[in-house]
């Protein structure tokens, strides 16, 4: 079975980009955001994400380059293991 070479692609800091990063992610879908989305800069980071300046050129080679890099295991990774009941349980338990 040949893998998609889907990318999803951010390109503006929209309300509600969190979860759609996230979603990509949790599909091993490698996500490219722009460097002026402080919501989802984080996500990308710890998941394997690409972070680039918001201009046509800067996000075309990075889909470019992200479609040889498929799939993004570390984003799948990073949502299994830190988007989890328990994880969200036990950072209320530190926030009280």
Excluded at 67 to 87: A, F, V, W
């Amino acid at each position: 079975m040949a893998m998609s070479k889907t990318v999803v692609v951010l390109p503006v800091p929209e309300i509600g980009g969190q979860r759609t990063v996230l979603e990509a992610m949790a599909m091993a879908l490698p996500v490219i955001v722009p460097n002026d989305a402080p919501l989802v800069i984080e996500f990308a980071e710890k998941g394997g994400g690409t972070i680039v300046e918001p201009t046509p050129e800067a996000i075309r080679a990075a889909i470019l380059k992200a479609r040889e890099e498929l799939p993004n295991t570390k984003g799948c990774d990073y949502i299994q293991s830190e988007m989890t009941e328990q994880h969200y349980a036990d950072r209320i338990k530190e926030a009280l």
